[in-house]
């Protein structure tokens, strides 16, 4: 297995390559807006730089949170919301919205210990828990020392970080949590956003991201592209199947093809999975599109069509080298089925192709 500081350059350096382009469809250049997850911005960047040249479609994407990304999406101020928790069935009708997954990613924990090498600290679900829930205050706790025999721990203060925005990548972790403590589910519990026991907020997954590397003792968790672009350090956790697994696209990819797509705006659920080489922590994010779009931003509905069609049809690449995981080809052709379901004012369907 790679290094972590191998790796992450190797990311690094992959992640500007260019993405394969194909020929303009429209001469002129177009622009759709999005707004929500910050979860997915490193890739829907990457992306969106590649179809300037190869859509001559500009992406403004505003990183925003995924509450955040609902509220706009609902309130109809830009052509799409991004979020991390999906919606509800019955919460997708009432707004008018046709939801649809993008990509993979995954949440790791990140943290700042002098000392302690990347991948190197070992996690179990109880030393997690007991961390963010302020019964663990210091790192040489003799649990966490038990646990890593192999390596020095420092004695620092523990510093827990988290989302102070509504967090799709929040949603994610405290499902986690929750799924691995019933203290957590009965507490806490799992959301957007939480009153969590101690620590301190960070907004944004580069808000975390900073917080944790400016602070020593710090723990927080981000989905992985952050860690990997920061070059922060991550930890090993142990999975539902007792095994202490690294976050690599490795293991995110075990927990991905386990995934169950035949779901409600195809929400699969990818978190805690059984499985030796399985990452516990994986999920899909997902697109909030209108199925009614108003007269002046039909254009900006078939846009972003056009624009996911074409991520989905050329973006893998990109995507894996920023660590996430593509759609299969199989749930590529649910998302387009899906979009059937977006029409004009006059109610015919807004094509795309």
């Given amino acids: 297995m790679q290094n972590g500081f191998n790796r992450r350059s190797l990311m690094l350096g992959a992640a500007a390559l260019p993405m394969a382009a194909a020929a303009p469809a429209f001469a002129q250049q177009a622009t759709i807006t999005g707004a929500g997850a910050s979860f997915p911005r490193p890739v829907y960047e990457r992306w969106g730089q590649a179809a300037r040249e190869?859509?001559?479609?500009?992406?403004?994407?505003?990183?925003?949170?995924?509450?955040?990304?609902?509220?706009?999406?609902?309130?109809?101020?830009?052509?799409?919301?991004?979020?991390?928790?999906?919606?509800?069935?019955?919460?997708?009708?009432?707004?008018?919205?046709?939801?649809?997954?993008?990509?993979?990613?995954?949440?790791?924990?990140?943290?700042?210990?002098?000392?302690?090498a990347d991948n190197a600290l070992k996690l179990?679900?109880?030393?997690l828990v007991d961390l963010f829930?302020?019964?663990?205050?210091?790192?040489?706790?003799?649990?966490?020392?038990?646990a890593n025999r192999e390596i020095r721990i420092p004695n620092l203060p523990v510093s827990p970080v988290y989302r102070a925005d509504a967090s799709g990548t929040t949603f994610v972790f405290t499902t986690y949590l929750s799924r691995i403590s019933e203290a957590w589910?009965?507490?806490?519990?799992?959301?957007?956003?939480?009153?969590?026991?101690?620590?301190?907020?960070?907004?944004?997954?580069?808000?975390?991201?900073?917080?944790?590397?400016?602070?020593?003792?710090?723990?927080?968790?981000?989905?992985?592209?952050?860690?990997?672009?920061?070059?922060?350090?991550?930890?090993?956790?142990?999975?539902?199947s007792g095994r202490f697994v690294q976050p690599t696209l490795a293991t995110f990819q075990a927990a991905a093809s386990l995934a169950d797509w035949n779901k409600p705006g195809l929400a699969a659920d990818l978190v805690d999975l059984s499985g030796d080489d399985v990452w516990p922590i994986v999920s899909p994010t997902f697109i909030l599109l209108p199925t009614n779009p108003v007269a002046d931003r039909v254009e900006g509905s078939r846009n972003t069509m056009r624009f996911f069609d074409w991520t989905m049809r050329t973006g893998g690449d990109a995507a894996r080298r920023l660590e996430y995981i593509p759609l299969p080809e199989a749930v590529q052709g649910l998302v387009r089925a899906s979009w059937s379901a977006v029409r004009d004012p006059s109610g015919r369907p807004i094509t795309f192709a």
């Fill in 54 to 116: 190869a859509l001559n479609i500009t992406l403004n994407y505003q990183s925003i949170g995924s509450g955040g990304g609902i509220n706009q999406i609902t309130n109809r101020t830009v052509d799409f919301g991004a979020t991390d928790a999906p919606l509800p069935a019955a919460q997708l009708a009432e707004r008018n919205l046709v939801q649809f997954p993008t990509v993979m990613g995954s949440v790791v924990l990140i943290v700042n210990l002098p000392g302690v």
């Fill in 124 to 127: 179990t679900s109880e030393i």
């Fill in 133 to 146: 829930a302020g019964r663990i205050t210091r790192w040489n706790d003799p649990r966490i020392v038990e």
């Fill in 185 to 240: 589910r009965t507490g806490p519990g799992a959301a957007t956003s939480v009153q969590w026991p101690v620590g301190n907020g960070a907004r944004g997954n580069e808000g975390v991201a900073n917080a944790v590397r400016n602070t020593p003792g710090a723990i927080g968790y981000t989905e992985n592209a952050y860690a990997t672009v920061n070059r922060l350090v991550t930890t090993q956790l142990r999975n539902k």
